[in-house]
């Protein structure tokens, strides 16, 4: 899945779901990639998209970028020939 600029979404993103929520990707089901809190076993059935823990404990999934899904922090280290 990407944002809506078209950044890939990775595990461990700190992202703002909206105005006042933030949390974390747990979940790429898109890239099979999980978290030990958030395991294929219990989220692969889902699908696509991704998970996100909201800071307050709450879970989201979404199956689609969302306007108001902002990438804040990536997890992602970008490569020397991403940022030349």
Request: proline letters at 4%; a negative charge; charged letters at 30%.
């Amino acid at each position: 899945m990407k944002y809506c600029d078209g950044t890939h979404v990775a595990l461990g993103d700190r992202v703002r779901l909206w105005e006042s929520m933030f949390g974390t990707i747990v979940c790429s089901i898109d890239d099979d990639e999980y978290t030990p809190e958030f395991s294929r076993a219990d989220w692969g059935h889902v699908g696509h998209g991704v998970v996100i823990k909201a800071d307050d404990g709450q879970i989201f999934h979404y199956e689609e970028p969302d306007e108001d899904l902002e990438l804040l922090v990536s997890a992602v280290t970008p490569r020397l020939q991403d940022i030349a």
